[in-house]
């Protein structure tokens, strides 16, 4: 494929250094063409010879902007996609940054996530076939950019070398990403409307931008469910059928397991080309990032994992939340110089070793616990939490062990089964249970991500006055150990095991895991920090990709899980676990009907019983304990 001609190559900063042509049109194989600018080692104000090992950065969010995520503790300004470039190429490598189809300057119809693996792939072998390169190719990027290496690396496409990524790259969008447990993660609504905003249709029409900027989404989230052609993306239609495609998809069907949504079936592919992930554990892609570290190391690659206690991208801030993590915490403390030496260091060990810093490997994972900090409220009216760095050859590490807590009557979790026994609440779409923090990213300005006190304030959507701890609802079963008499540590998986039975077809189970710390000085009501959540729909229990209605009189035995996570519980704080039917605005509301997914206009209210106790399998709290 020949892409078009490119313009000059423009001498930039140090003439000496660097070379850029930009906006080389680069053709796919259905003829459309994707806006490229490639960054070449100059001297002199002339590209130097090469070939040379290069780089790839394709992206939805405009190949010459900033990214937030772009910065340093000593630098914490975001630093544009050309200076990053510019850095890379100093430093030997041709670089070459895109942007995917239908987005900013390249052509096409942009289908979020689909296509990009195909694109990906023609994009490396044009690279291949210039004569600056010398046909070596690593990929690098976040989120949206991270999806994109693995949809190209389930290809199996010659000559990638090497991948670094950053909080993305669907293990499975099915399960964390797009939709959880059966359940829809608003954040894609909220994504949508933001950059159907940015989109070309609107920046080439100001009555299509008139229309977006004109609308309210958070009038429009009060008053979900949606409809196509009744939403606030009906302006541009390509967002909308998108975004309802996914939120009435959902059955595992065949369309979820595409590459570019299902890395989970591809790790014998992504293990030909040496990873690095790196992540937080407030971020959505927490789970994905533990998947693909398992799924690579199983197949053999050569796999190195960091996750931190940070929101997406923000690896260089202490704070995830109202929560502080001490200065440690950040990725430049504790990991390497910063974001763009680790980077840097990575691709020289794989693609320039003789460049490459001779010592020892690390180990393969690095994770950040969480816990240990004083408790009280800081300087900058955060909770200091603390922490530290751990490391092991595998997460969770060896020494874990499965740990059940079991769930009473009486609201205990403990260590032995209880007796018989039932409690039922009464869930009602009309008032779910509103988010408090969690793993979110692109939720603005419905909903944050981090980590809170579950008790809710005028700042919090969906929430009503007296504003009372969300424990304090009668739609939130609380579960919670006696206050622990010494530490307990914690790294890795966290299960659920419960038995329901409900009046209604149809209704969501979420729980959630939380560090509960008794009364100080600071915090005279205590402080229930939440860890980690998970949802399951009920009628994917037995199949997610056959679903079936709750039948009459049906008691199911159900597994939810939640993402991994790594903490710390002092002694005299109490492990909790709520049990809720809803999660909104992170999930969409389950009307509790039965109707298909996407498309219900009507609602009820369920009443649901968690079966306590008995043999075969009680219901019970699973945490991967550190001795």
């Known amino acids: 494929m020949d892409a078009s001609a490119p313009p000059a190559a423009e001498p930039q900063g140090d003439e000496t250094e660097i070379v850029v042509m930009r906006d080389v049109m680069v053709p796919m194989r259905d003829g459309v063409r994707l806006a490229t600018d490639v960054t070449l080692p100059a001297r002199d104000g002339a ?17 010459a902007e900033a990214r937030l995520s772009e910065i340093s503790v000593a630098d914490p300004v975001p630093r544009p996609n050309g200076l990053i470039a510019a850095d890379l190429a100093r430093a030997g490598y041709a670089v070459v940054m895109q942007d995917c189809r239908g987005r900013y300057g390249s052509e096409g119809v942009f289908a979020k996530y689909l296509g990009e693996g195909e694109d990906g792939v023609d994009t490396l072998a044009w690279i291949r076939a210039q004569p600056w390169s010398d046909g070596r190719v690593g990929t690098f990027g976040l989120s949206y950019s991270a999806h994109v290496q693995t949809a190209l690396a389930a290809l199996r496409p010659p000559g ?58 958070e009038a429009w989230f009060r008053a979900m469910p949606w409809k196509r052609g009744q939403s606030p993306l009906r302006h541009v239609p390509e967002y909308e059928d998108y975004l ?61 994992m960091v996750m931190g206690p940070w929101l997406h991208g923000r690896r260089s801030q202490t704070h995830a939340g109202d929560v502080d993590f001490g200065e440690a915490s950040t990725l430049d403390a504790a990991i390497g110089a910063d974001y763009g030496a680790l980077r840097l260091a990575w691709f020289d060990r794989w693609m320039k070793p003789e460049r490459a810093q001779a010592a020892p490997p690390p180990p393969a994972a690095r994770w950040f616990r969480m816990g240990g900090g004083s408790g009280r409220r800081n300087a900058d009216h955060r909770r200091d939490h603390g922490g530290l760095w751990r490391e092991a050859a595998a997460f969770p590490p060896p020494d874990a062990v499965e740990t059940a807590y079991f769930l009473t009557r009486s609201g205990l979790l403990c260590a032995d089964p209880a007796p018989e026994g039932a ?55 609380v579960f919670a150990t006696p206050p622990l008499s010494r530490d307990l540590e914690i790294a890795g998986p966290v299960r659920v095991h419960l038995r329901v039975s409900t009046d209604a077809p149809d209704i969501d189970v979420t729980v959630k895991l939380v560090d509960w ?60 676990l709520d049990v809720a039917g809803s999660n909104f605005p992170r999930f969409d509301v389950n009307p509790q009907t039965g109707e298909p997914e996407g498309r219900a206009l009507g609602r009820r209210i369920a009443t649901t019983t968690v079966h306590l106790g008995g043999a075969g399998g009680p219901p019970r709290l699973v945490l991967s304990v550190l001795p």
């Open 423 to 477: 409690v039922t609440i009464q869930t009602d779409p009309a008032d779910p249970v509103p988010s408090i923090g969690g793993a979110i990213t692109s939720g603005a300005p419905i909903m944050e991500g981090g980590a809170y006190d579950q008790t809710p304030g005028p700042e919090t959507f969906g929430a009503r006055p007296p504003y009372l701890p969300l424990a304090a609802r009668r739609d939130v079963l």
């Open 160 to 217: 990638l070398a090497a991948m670094f990524l950053d909080s993305g790259g669907f293990w499975n969008a099915y399960q964390g990403g797009v939709r959880k447990g059966g359940a829809f993660e608003l954040k894609q609504a909220t994504w949508a409307f933001k950059h159907a905003r940015l989109s070309p249709a609107a920046m080439a029409d100001p009555v299509v931008a008139a229309a977006l900027d004109a609308e309210d989404i």
């Open 517 to 576: 710390a008794p009364p100080s000085a600071d915090y005279p009501q205590g402080y229930a920090m939440n860890l980690t959540d998970g949802i399951l729909r009920l009628r994917y229990r037995r199949s997610f990709a056959e679903p079936r209605l709750m039948e009459p009189g049906e008691i199911a035995e159900i597994v939810v899980t939640a993402p991994p996570v790594a903490a710390l519980f002092r002694a005299g704080h109490r492990i909790r």
């Open 47 to 63: 590209p130097l010879p090469g070939p040379h090992p290069t780089l790839l950065h394709r992206t939805p969010y405009g190949k």
């Open 244 to 304: 309802f495609d996914q939120w009435e998809r959902g059955a595992f069907d065949a369309s979820w397991r595409r590459p570019e949504l299902y890395a989970a079936a591809h790790y014998a592919a992504l293990a030909a080309a040496p990873t690095f992930l790196i992540c937080g554990w407030y971020d959505p892609y927490a789970e994905t990032m533990c998947e693909h570290f398992r799924g690579i190391a199983a197949a053999g690659g050569r796999v190195e």
